[in-house]
């Protein structure tokens, strides 16, 4: 049986974990188990677990071990994490749940300590910027999707010093841009929305997740968090209202772009762009 561990500390943000995790696990069509590891709050955490209705399981050693060791695992297919003990920490995202995120091989979700979880989650944001890491990130929701009503947003964001010049025919390449971009990128996908947006994506994203009242995001990356990296990655942990699940991407395929786009595409783009910039938000 597929399995989520929810790893859960004895602060405010149990709660939150353990619901978020519940309803992952859902679109995983997984269990969720609890994992404590040391021996302090114990108490505390065992009653979290129980009020969640879900069974815990304590381990001794250090906290960021464990949690690789025991998602390791064959059968463990997401980690569920919080991002920090408190609404009002110091720190947008703890020590624990950055080592975590850049180490597992697996997709990590990240929850904020006072997020209100939807069950079943029923939309899901993709930012989605043509690099195969944001690729892959669709492709495995469009597959855990199947079959559901699950509502997947694509997020595009054009950076507004690479527009291309305009074009004369706009709302016909618009369209084809459009149906190109989401045919290459989504083709399964059956209740998806494409928003675009120019200016920097690391803004935006965040504003289109709150605009279209996305129960979960999900970002593909390298697990890069180097000087300069994973922009997107970095401000939506910090400051996103709904739990952010990573999926890690070899660090060799996640900066290639797909093929080379048809002459069509191309021209699409170039009239996209302009009025993506005249509908900014």
Excluded: N, Y
Excluded at 105 to 128: G, N, R
């Amino acid at each position: 049986m597929r399995k989520v561990i929810a790893a859960i500390t004895g602060d405010s943000a149990a709660a939150a974990v353990l619901s978020s995790a519940d309803a992952i696990a859902e679109l995983f069509s997984a269990t969720v188990e609890a994992l404590h590891v040391g021996d302090e709050r114990a108490v505390v955490v065992a009653s979290a677990a129980q009020r969640a209705g879900i069974t815990l399981r304590t381990i001794g050693g250090e906290a960021v071990q464990g949690i690789v060791d025991a998602a390791g695992a064959e059968d463990v297919v997401a980690v569920v994490i919080g991002a920090r003990g408190t609404p009002a920490g110091k720190q947008p995202v703890g020590s624990t749940a950055l080592a975590l995120v850049a180490s597992l091989d697996k997709p990590v979700a990240v929850v904020p300590p006072d997020v209100a979880v939807q069950h079943p989650i029923q939309s899901v944001l993709v930012p989605l910027d043509g690099t195969v890491a944001s690729s892959a990130a669709l492709r495995e929701i469009v597959e855990l999707a199947s079959g559901t009503e699950l509502r997947v947003v694509v997020a595009h964001v054009h950076q507004a010093r690479s527009l291309p010049a305009f074009s004369d025919h706009l709302p016909h390449e618009v369209r084809a841009w459009s149906e190109e971009f989401m045919a290459r990128h989504a083709p399964a996908a059956l209740d998806v929305t494409l928003e675009v947006r120019v200016g920097e994506p690391h803004e935006h994203v965040l504003d289109i997740c709150r605009h279209c009242g996305c129960d979960l995001v999900v970002l593909g990356w390298s697990q890069d968090l180097g000087r300069g990296r994973a922009a997107i990655v970095r401000r939506m942990l910090a400051d996103s209202p709904v739990p952010v699940l990573l999926t890690p991407v070899s660090s060799d395929l996640a900066s290639v772009r797909p093929a080379a786009r048809t002459a069509a595409a191309a021209g699409a783009e170039r009239g996209l762009g302009h009025v993506a910039f005249g509908d900014a938000r």
